[in-house]
């Protein structure tokens, strides 16, 4: 036996024994945790259905909008299927059920998801209105479509919104987490957005879980609207802790917006680098001025 190979089971065992400990990242089950590759790749497939002239599928040959979507369809069907009784293993209260009533379950929520998919193509398409008409730098709604981070941030955290409401847990996240990755955007899929709503360049936005946005929002590089405190941890789990934005407020970057009681009204406008821990009425403004002559 050659040096390398006594070496490689020697860090073998080893890492075997550190198994051995208890431990929340040792390996249990294979296969009992959302393949990450294969949930991406129906979100893929979800964003294709989305966008359907946009996104093309290299892989098959399609004679009509039909057979495509049909295609597509029955590829997340069967797929989003199999990876939703695997999240929903990890709900406390499926763990006495069988094997029968968890799959016949993510059969019916994946069904549901899917017939939600024309409400999401809605609203998506107001997001892209809103992002077009609020940038004179944009060509067209082609252009947003297809290049602008926010919109597509905004659209995977409506799919993920969807299936979080229908109590499956991981996958949503997933997929939103993918976005981050991708988009530099963290929009939890809890937090409930309305229509018309726009991100503009994006980078670094932070919406947290039980955010509610209103309608026609508008949203800059930069900010967050998150939780005042985490101390809590667990035990916040479930309460409001993140604010409410009504409709026709513009978010100007750098902003921070904290807390469950934060209500900021109707047609406010948030000026840059803000640091909001209570509420702000409705059509107010709010806004850090730096005194310039200060320093002259």
């Known amino acids: ?48 259905i989305v966008f359907p002239a946009f996104y093309r599928e290299k892989g098959y040959k399609f004679y009509n909008v039909e057979s495509r979507l049909t295609v597509l ?26 094997d029968e009533e968890i799959y016949a379950e993510g059969s019916r929520i994946t069904g549901e998801f899917l017939a939600r998919i024309p409400k999401v193509r809605d609203l998506v398409e107001t997001d892209v ?12 709604t082609n252009e947003i479509i297809l290049c602008y981070p926010g919109l597509r941030a905004i659209t995977i955290s409506r799919i993920a919104h969807e299936l979080f409401t229908l109590g499956v847990p ?6 939103t987490e993918y976005a981050h990755s991708r988009t530099g955007i963290d929009i939890h899929p809890g937090a409930t957005i309305g229509k018309y709503f726009c991100i503009d360049h994006g980078t670094g936005i932070v919406i947290g879980e039980t955010t509610i946005i209103g309608d026609y929002v508008k949203v800059y590089q930069g900010v967050t609207i998150g939780a005042l405190s985490t101390r809590g941890g667990q035990s916040l789990r479930g309460s ?42 409705a059509n107010e403004r709010v806004s850090m001025q730096c005194n310039q002559e200060k320093n002259k």
């Open 1 to 48: 036996m050659s040096q390398e190979n006594k070496e490689v089971q020697e860090l073998t065992k080893s890492i075997l024994k550190n198994y051995e400990k208890k431990s929340i990242i040792n390996p249990g089950k294979l296969f009992e945790q959302p393949d990450r590759d294969a949930v991406n790749d129906i979100l893929d497939k979800l964003v294709k």
């Open 73 to 98: 369809i029955e590829d997340v069907y069967y797929n989003l299927s199999k990876q939703i009784p695997i999240a929903l293993r990890q709900k406390p209260e499926a763990a006495d059920m069988t």
């Open 129 to 140: 209105q809103a992002s077009f008409d609020g940038d004179p730098a944009a060509f067209n």
């Open 170 to 175: 991981l996958i949503p996240r997933m997929w």
């Open 240 to 281: 409001k802790r993140h604010p409410t934005i009504e409709d026709r407020v513009t978010i100007y970057a750098g902003a921070s917006i904290l807390g469950g009681q934060t209500v900021i009204g109707h047609d406010a406008v948030i000026g840059s680098n803000a640091f909001i821990t209570s509420s702000v009425g």
